[in-house]
């Protein structure tokens, strides 16, 4: 398996600019999930989808958008970056979304983001 | 609405000492409990969880962490250190009952382990 995978690693935007974050994971996992992380701020919830077809918001979801058409791609679309947008994105999966005994969720190498 | 507070944003530590990351959580529910430790320019990995039962929890590379509800506190140790330790720690929350995936994080603690 190669667990959770997200391209690009790094990526350079102007302001105005859209792109697609993509995150895949092999491990037939139904909930997925986008975080941000910047300096001094911990990670923080963007979306979170807990099945093919199903999305919802995390804390903070303004400027990014998201779908879940099928159980192994969640991507993550900026469709007009902005300086505050400058971040590392961490796409993260777990195997049951439910309200069961809580597995691990695994987490990707993350995207570097800057914005100009 | 649940947050979590980790005490210290850096701990600097010499190698085979002791060691004591602080977590503090609030919530109006039941919560699980996590630690996550975070290499330079890598991913988020686990280090050990509280889900129910035994308070005191063990975890990998040593790690070990204890839940005192009474205190609302989760703070993670080890008894002796080393230089690979040395990396950013994040404390989270998860809701009981709730979506089990949505993680509240701490703003995370890095430890510097000093030959």
């Known amino acids: 398996n190669a667990g959770v995978t997200q391209t690009p690693k790094f990526q350079v935007l102007k302001t105005g600019q859209s792109m697609t974050l993509q995150c895949a994971q092999d491990?037939?996992?139904?909930?997925m999930s986008w975080y941000r992380q910047d300096p001094g701020m911990g990670l923080r919830l963007i979306h979170y989808s807990v099945g093919a077809g199903i999305t919802d918001q995390g804390e903070v979801p303004n400027g990014y958008n998201v779908s879940r058409s099928t159980t192994e791609d969640f991507p993550l679309r900026l469709l007009s970056a902005a300086p505050s947008q400058t971040s590392v994105y961490f796409c993260?999966?777990?195997?049951?979304?439910?309200?069961?005994?809580?597995?691990?969720?695994?987490f990707g190498p993350g995207t570097r983001l800057l914005v100009l | 609405a649940q947050s979590v507070t980790q005490l210290d944003s850096q701990v600097p530590v010499f190698e085979e000492a002791p060691v004591e990351l602080r977590c503090n959580y609030s919530s109006s529910v039941s919560v699980y409990l996590f630690w996550y430790v975070q290499y330079p320019n890598q991913g988020l990995q686990l280090l050990l969880k509280y889900l129910s039962g035994s308070t005191l929890v063990k975890g990998i590379n040593g790690f070990e962490a204890e839940f005192n509800k009474s205190q609302t506190s989760f703070h993670l140790r080890k008894p002796s250190v080393h230089i690979s330790d040395t990396a950013e720690y994040f404390c989270a929350v998860s809701e009981y009952g709730g979506s089990q995936g949505n993680l509240i994080f701490g703003k995370g603690t890095k430890l510097s382990v000093k030959p």
């Open positions: 491990m037939n996992h139904e909930y």
């Open positions: 993260a999966s777990l195997p049951d979304a439910g309200t069961g005994p809580v597995g691990t969720q695994y």
